[in-house]
């Protein structure tokens, strides 16, 4: 009996936004781990070059792209596929937060947050599910959202809103995407620890760090536990799963 | 817009490769030209070239040609 992988990526190319740290990162060291070509985006490019040292794989394309600058991110995908080929996958990590309450919220904040966790998002599914850049038998657009675009946050106003708003654009891509077998799906961690986490919650007190974490039963996350779980969503072998989002969260959603 | 540019804008926005757009091409060959693909070309020419068509006008276009033929009776199309 021939033992078939559960995943493997087969060297097809997935572009990773924020790729140089957090759960971006780990989810580029995990697709490589897995057989695939990351393609590193971030917008610093010694950042890029390290990130691409630690990864020992072999293939990897890292493509320097300032997320705000939308209008720069189709020619920029385009012109990548023309010179390394057609791409299978994307996985839009990058993000911002910005911890503040509903009262000290700004219009400058809010269109931040939404610039870069919603919009480039989009731009990039745009650019990447192109059928002259994305592989000609379909491929997998992942969105790292968050479970503050399900359940409410209070300093998360500016943030919740974006991160509904790409589960709710992720909905509508899988089933407008469905026919050319392109699957959409979106992640919602809980509490992980990064370094972006670390300043959004270095704002509130001791008292309510302390509460955040017990409201995990398993405790908080680690990068590594979503990008597992990312890469499982991303999977080429995973072929009927489109239009889901997976709570990883340990348990906090559950109580 | 001279024939060439035309052509480049129509390949773009069904996302295939230039050399597979030519007056001839029918819409059966086209994958990006489906029911999606129309409301594309309908944003796009209103959006590129103020042309307004409706749906049933949109309809009626087979080929590559009949697009271009819309963009020139419009006189939005150079004449070489």
């Known amino acids: 009996m021939i033992n078939h992988p559960l995943i493997d990526f087969q060297g097809k190319y997935v572009i990773v936004t924020g790729a140089t740290s957090g759960i971006g990162q780990a989810i580029s060291i995990e697709v490589a781990r897995q057989g695939a070509k990351p393609i590193l985006v971030g917008k610093n490019p010694d950042k890029l070059k390290d990130t691409a040292s630690r990864l020992e794989s072999p293939g990897i394309e890292t493509l320097c792209i300032d997320l705000n600058d939308h209008a720069a991110i189709l020619p920029q995908v385009k012109e990548l596929s023309r010179k390394i080929g057609r791409i299978y996958g994307l996985c839009h990590s990058a993000g911002i937060v910005d911890t503040v309450p509903l009262s000290s919220l700004s219009v400058e904040k809010i269109k931040a947050m939404m610039s870069v966790n919603l919009i480039a998002g989009i731009e990039m599914a745009r650019a990447v599910s192109r059928r002259d850049v994305m592989e000609e038998s379909g491929g997998a657009l992942l969105f790292i959202a968050s479970i503050y675009g399900l359940i409410g946050m209070p300093g998360e106003v500016g943030y919740s809103a974006s991160k509904g708003a790409i589960l709710a654009a992720s909905r509508t891509m899988a089933v407008e995407l469905a026919r050319r077998k392109i699957r959409v799906n979106t992640l919602s961690p809980g509490l992980v620890k990064t370094g972006m986490t670390d300043a959004a919650f270095s704002v509130l007190s001791e008292k309510h760090r302390k509460e955040l974490e017990d409201d995990h039963p398993l405790g908080i996350g680690t990068p590594e536990d979503v990008a597992r779980a990312a890469v499982f969503l991303l999977a080429p072998q995973n072929t009927w799963i489109t239009g889901i989002n997976l709570v990883i969260d340990g348990g906090y959603t559950a109580l | ?80």
């Open chain 2, 1 to 80: 817009m001279t024939r060439t540019e035309a052509l480049e804008w129509i390949a773009n926005l069904f996302e295939e490769a230039v050399e597979v757009i030519k007056p001839e091409t029918s819409r059966q060959d086209i994958p990006g030209w489906d029911s999606l693909g129309m409301l594309t070309l309908m944003a796009a020419l209103d959006e590129k070239f103020n042309i307004v068509m409706s749906e049933k006008e949109l309809e009626d276009l087979n080929k590559i040609d009949d697009i271009l033929d819309v963009i020139r009776r419009h006189g939005k199309l150079d004449y070489a």
